[in-house]
């Protein structure tokens, strides 16, 4: 398989992926020149993808994608799975990743079938479930005092090491072409046509991200008329990108979403960027408003974690605005309840 070479947002400058670069020394961040579509290991793949697409009962012209039915339990599958092939393909003998937990499952789990020795942190107050989901899939589990960028910076330290494998959901950005199929899923389970808006909740964008270069390599290659407005959601009480987007400085605190409680995402230029070329907006929820979503959505019989449900939330409170009207709006649930049954 011919592997694209990374290069750097800032400088131009070109990288072999076999250096197992993950940053340019400009300090720029990495993307793949032009499309590209990841090709399926036989070998590690666990049936990711393909997940079903539902009405809602409760939101009118809503359709819900069931990327909590995943096999780990979550749409981050659909990058690891990329990036555990690479690794085998590269025959790098450890990993490491940092996450708040469904990034950091999902690794164990495919890396572990990729028979890679894969070490994972997260910080200290990740849920239980998702820390004896991680050990039970064999990896070496490391839970960081402090911040969730505290918990970035000591994997980052672990990757510069020789030989080390930085399987970042965030910095790879292999990842973010695998979660592409997102994108790609929402335009052929709609009759090969692409929906009037997609709501994502939002921490380091990878979904989003994924999101947009699915959406624009469609409408490049004359298969969609259109970019969906990409509607960016994200906690009240961890909200960066919505401050920068509307200019109102907000607190970055704690929130039930603990999935998308990311203070300084390293994309966030990019993410704001995404949403701007879609003609969409990025929108705040509280987490009373993130509770009541999920107890409605467990209504429908949906149950997932809290970070799940705040794009049910932007549609049930208006948050998401105008971008309802059309009744014509996908919403994806993320992450499975049972990685987070409090709350």
């Known amino acids: 398989m011919s592997l694209p070479p990374l290069q750097c947002r800032s400088c131009g400058r070109e990288f072999d992926v076999a250096e197992l670069v993950w940053r340019c020394p400009c300090g720029g961040l990495l993307d793949i020149a032009g499309p590209w579509q990841p090709v399926e290991d036989s070998s590690i793949t666990l ?7 539902i009405p809602s009962q409760s939101l009118p012209g809503v359709r819900f994608k069931l990327e909590f ?10 990058g690891a799975v990329v990036l555990a092939a690479l690794a085998a393909q590269l025959r790098v003998g450890r990993a490491v990743v940092d996450s708040s937990g469904n990034a950091g499952t999902a690794a164990a789990a495919y890396f572990a079938r990729a028979r890679i020795a894969c070490e ?25 005092a402090g911040s969730r960028a505290d918990t970035a910076a000591a994997a980052m330290e672990i990757a510069d090491q020789p030989g080390v494998f930085y399987a970042s959901h965030v ?13 790609y899923e929402i335009w ?43 509607v960016a959601v994200q906690a009240a009480g961890c909200a960066p990108l919505a401050s920068a987007w509307d200019g109102v400085d907000r607190t970055l ?10 203070t300084a ?23 009373d408003a993130i509770r009541a979503g999920r ?11 809290p970070t799940a449900a705040v794009c049910y939330a932007a549609a049930a409170t208006g948050a998401a605005g105008r971008f309802l009207a059309n009744g014509d709006v996908v919403i994806p649930l993320c992450g499975a309840g049972l990685k987070h049954p409090g709350d």
């Open 188 to 230: 052929q389970q709609s009759g090969r046509s692409l929906p009037s808006a997609v709501l994502v909740p939002v921490g380091n964008g990878t979904l989003l991200l994924g999101c947009y270069l699915a959406f624009t390599e469609l409408v490049a290659a004359g298969l969609a008329e259109r970019i969906p407005a990409i």
């Open 47 to 53: 049936g990711e993808g393909n997940t079903p697409m």
């Open 295 to 305: 107890e409605a959505l467990a209504h429908e019989g949906l149950f997932v974690e």
């Open 69 to 78: 039915l995943s096999p780990t339990g979550s749409f981050k599958d659909r």
């Open 265 to 287: 995402p390293p994309r966030a230029e990019q993410i704001l960027g995404a949403v701007r070329a879609s003609r969409g907006m990025i929108v705040t929820v509280e987490d």
């Open 253 to 262: 605190g704690q929130t039930v979403a603990e999935g998308i409680a990311i």
């Open 120 to 144: 994972v942190l997260v910080p200290a107050s990740t849920s239980p479930e998702k820390l004896a989901q991680i050990r039970a899939h064999g990896a070496t589990l490391t839970k960081v």
């Open 171 to 183: 910095y790879h950005p292999y990842f973010m072409h695998g979660v592409k199929s997102y994108g």
